[in-house]
Structure formats: structure tokens, C-alpha cells
């Protein structure tokens, strides 16, 4: 699955910004208009893309829990987003 999100972090810089929430939205459970609104700019639609590759990663959970550790500094706008919505 962190591969999925590898390939359109490689793929982002040649994307649009609506080809880039197409993508996302095919990845989760948001609709592209949904990441749009959450994730208006592409340097909040990298970090989501960061975010998901940690998340998604086929490592334990204390490996993910390390990881989010060491990035929340530019993370934590994302992950408030996120939880805002499902809340």
C-alpha cells in the first residue's frame, strides 16, 4: 500500500492539483472535491501523501508510531484535518 502512495509522491510534481486529489481519493475514503477542500494547496497534499505512506507502511506499529513521532512537527496540520472530518 506505501507503495501506491511512493509512486504519486513521484508523480505529483508533473501532476495537477486535480489530478493529484483524483489519485488521493482513489487511495481513501475522501472524494476528490473532500481532499480538495481539506488539502487546497500541493505542500498540504504532499504531507497528506507523507501521512499515508507512514500509515500505510508494512511495518509494526511501533515502527509507524516512531515515524509519526519524528515527522509530527510537519504533520500535525494534516492529522487535525483528517480527525476533524471523521469527528
Excluded at 475522501?30 to 500541493?42: G, I, Q, T, Y
Excluded at 501521512?51 to 509507524?64: A, G, H, P, Q, Y
Amino acid at each position: 500500500m506505501a507503495g501506491d502512495f511512493d509512486k504519486l509522491m513521484d508523480d505529483a510534481g508533473e501532476m495537477t492539483l486535480k489530478q493529484v486529489d483524483a489519485r488521493l481519493a482513489s487511495l481513501i475514503r475522501l472524494k476528490d472535491s473532500e481532499v480538495n477542500a481539506l488539502f487546497p494547496s500541493r505542500p498540504e497534499k504532499e504531507k497528506l501523501i507523507q501521512l499515508m505512506k507512514i500509515v500505510r507502511r508494512e511495518t509494526s506499529d511501533n515502527v509507524k508510531r516512531r515515524q509519526l513521532i519524528d515527522n509530527i512537527p510537519g504533520l500535525a496540520d494534516i492529522v487535525v484535518k483528517l480527525l476533524g472530518k471523521l469527528a
